[in-house]
T-cell receptor, first 115, second 110 residues
Framework: AQSVTQPDIHITVSEGASLELRCNYSYGATPYLFWYVQSPGQGLQLLLKYFSGDTLVQGIKGFEAEFKRSQSSFNLRKPSVHWSDAAEYFCAVGAPNFGNEKLTFGTGTRLTIIP | DGGITQSPKYLFRKEGQNVTLSCEQNLNHDAMYWYRQDPGQGLRLIYYSQIVNDFQKGDIAEGYSVSREKKESFPLTVTSAQKNPTAFYLC?????????FGQGTRLTVV
């Protein structure tokens, strides 16, 4: 069965500092991997996705993530965070097979930005 | 514009009453999902449907029911059997692995 682990429940970072959010997955084949962001009381927005090819993927809002097959990881990074990045971040793994599709989400990491 | 619509945004019900949350999408997606979100527990999958007229239980299906009579619609009923129904409920659809989410329904049972 596919699963996702986000080991950090809550992270606090100073504005302007770098950020790395961890994500580990379990999946039987090459996974499709995603990072989503959720602002309070809202739905989720896709930040970036990895399907195949270059293992370093760029997303919106200056975020990037690197797929490391040997570590079963897909960590999210940003070189310099902004106060508006405060939100909850979810990693997800999926099997995009038409007619047999299912996404599994991690428990999320809440990001707090301090001035 | 294409997207997912959940309604209502806020819902209040008395304990013991069934309540149905609406989820409609015009993205032509086959897969649809219902998640429950509680503080500190992330997204927990209630039910998902990979195709019309078919759905499967997720991790916390007890006390919930769904139907998928049309591709566009995936309503969730929170029954009186659900012991702790107060939560934020998110609906999503996906195609090719990419998910789109509704804005959520906050259900409060009093």
């Amino acid at each position: 069965a596919q699963s996702v682990t986000q080991p950090d429940i809550h992270i606090t970072v100073s504005e302007g500092a770098s950020l790395e959010l961890r994500c580990n997955y379990s999946y039987g084949a090459t996974p499709y991997l995603f990072w989503y962001v959720q602002s309070p009381g809202q739905g989720l927005q896709l930040l970036l996705k990895y399907f195949s090819g270059d293992t370093l993927v760029q997303g919106i809002k200056g975020f990037e993530a690197e797929f490391k097959r040997s570590q079963s990881s897909f960590n999210l990074r940003k070189p310099s965070v902004h106060w508006s990045d405060a939100a909850e971040y979810f990693c997800a793994v999926g099997a995009p097979n038409f007619g047999n599709e299912k996404l599994t989400f991690g428990t999320g990491t809440r990001l707090t930005i301090i001035p | 514009d294409g997207g997912i619509t959940q309604s209502p945004k806020y819902l209040f019900r008395k304990e013991g009453q069934n309540v149905t949350l609406s989820c409609e999408q015009n993205l032509n997606h086959d897969a649809m999902y219902w998640y429950r979100q509680d503080p500190g527990q992330g997204l927990r999958l209630i039910y998902y449907s990979q195709i019309v007229n078919d759905f499967q239980k997720g991790d916390i299906a007890e006390g919930y029911s769904v139907s998928r009579e049309k591709k566009e619609s995936f309503p969730l009923t929170v029954t009186s059997a659900q012991k702790n129904p107060t939560a934020f409920y998110l609906c999503a659809s996906s195609r090719g692995g990419k998910a789109f989410f509704g804005q959520g329904t906050r259900l409060t049972v009093v």
